[in-house]
C-alpha cells in the first residue's frame, strides 16, 4: 500500500508540474500576442501617423520655397478639357491649363490629399509598396495611373486598418464631398460621384483610365474623364475585399 500510494503522490506531482509549466506557456504566450496586438493597433498608428504629419509639413515647406521636388521630372502642361456634364452628380467643368508634376520617382511624396469630412490630410507617394508607402502612413499612387489634373484616371490606395490607417473611415464619405489633391504646381479638387462598396481585390477595371468595375459591370464609368479612385479593403481588419471610391475633377487652382 505505500508503494502505491508514493507512486500516486508522485504521479500527482508530476501532473502538478505539468500543468503550473503548461500554463504559464500560455500566459507567455497569451502576453506575446497582447503585445503584437497593441503594436499593430495602437503603436504602428501612433508611428506612421506623426511620420505622416512631418512629411505634410516638410512638403508644405518645399513648396513655400518654391524649390522644386527632389527627383521630379520636368513638368508637362495639362489639356484643358471640354465642358461636359458627366455621368452622375459632379460636373466636369472647362479649366485653363496649369502644370502637372512629372513623374515621381518611385516610394517619392509628392503631393497631399485632403478629405475635409475625414479631417484626413495626408501625403500621397508614388507606388503602393507596403514598406515603402503604405506602412509609413501614407497613400500610394498606382503607377501606370494617371497624375493629378491628367485626363484619365488618377489612382489611390490606402491602409484601412493600422499604420496611420489613412482611409479607415472612407465608408463615411458620400455624393458630392470634396477631395483635394495639392502638388508643387496646383491645387486639384475633386468631388466624390460614386461609391462601389465591395468588389473583388483584383477587379484591375476600377483603376483603367475609364474606370468600371469587372465584377460589377453596374459600377463605373462609360467614357474619358477627369477621374479619381480611392481604394482600400474591406471589411476592416481584412484584405479579401475592396471598397472603391469615385470622383471627378471640378477646379484646378494653380499654386502662387
Known amino acids: 500500500m505505500r508503494v502505491v500510494q508514493h507512486?500516486?503522490?508522485?504521479?500527482?506531482?508530476?501532473?502538478?508540474?505539468?500543468l503550473w509549466g503548461g500554463g504559464e506557456v500560455l500566459v507567455t504566450v497569451g502576453a506575446v500576442l497582447m503585445l503584437l496586438v497593441?503594436?499593430?493597433l495602437w503603436w504602428t498608428n501612433r508611428e506612421a501617423r506623426q511620420g505622416a504629419e512631418r512629411k505634410v509639413a516638410a512638403l508644405e515647406k518645399e513648396w513655400g520655397s518654391g524649390s522644386p521636388a527632389s527627383g521630379d521630372a520636368p513638368a508637362a502642361s495639362a489639356p484643358a478639357p471640354a465642358a461636359t456634364r458627366a455621368p452622375g452628380r459632379a460636373r466636369q467643368r472647362s479649366y485653363t491649363p496649369v502644370l502637372v508634376p512629372g513623374r515621381p520617382r518611385r516610394s517619392q511624396a509628392y503631393a497631399v490629399l485632403t478629405i475635409p469630412r475625414l479631417h484626413l490630410r495626408v501625403p500621397v507617394a508614388e507606388g503602393v509598396s507596403k514598406p515603402d508607402?503604405?506602412?509609413r502612413g501614407y497613400v500610394g499612387h498606382y503607377?501606370?495611373?494617371q497624375q493629378p489634373g491628367q485626363a484619365g484616371n488618377f489612382a489611390l490606395a490606402g491602409h484601412r486598418n493600422t499604420h496611420g490607417e489613412p482611409?479607415?473611415?472612407?465608408?463615411r464619405l458620400?455624393?458630392?464631398d470634396t477631395l483635394q489633391?495639392?502638388?508643387e504646381a496646383a491645387t486639384y479638387t475633386y468631388a466624390v460621384d460614386k461609391i462601389l462598396p465591395q468588389t473583388s481585390s483584383r477587379d484591375a477595371g476600377v483603376v483603367r483610365p475609364v474606370p468600371r468595375s469587372l465584377v460589377r459591370p453596374s459600377y463605373g464609368y462609360d467614357r474619358p474623364g477627369?477621374?479619381?479612385?480611392?481604394?482600400t479593403c474591406t471589411p476592416e481588419f481584412t484584405s479579401r475585399y475592396r471598397m472603391v471610391v469615385w470622383g471627378k475633377l471640378v477646379s484646378m487652382r494653380p499654386r502662387g
Open 7 to 18: 507512486r500516486d503522490r508522485r504521479r500527482r506531482a508530476r501532473w502538478r508540474r505539468g
Open 174 to 176: 458620400r455624393p458630392e
Open 167 to 171: 482611409f479607415r473611415y472612407l465608408p
Open 181 to 183: 489633391v495639392e502638388t
Open 143 to 145: 503607377r501606370g495611373t
Open 133 to 135: 508607402v503604405l506602412n
Open 226 to 231: 477627369y477621374y479619381i479612385t480611392l481604394t
Open 38 to 40: 497593441v503594436h499593430q
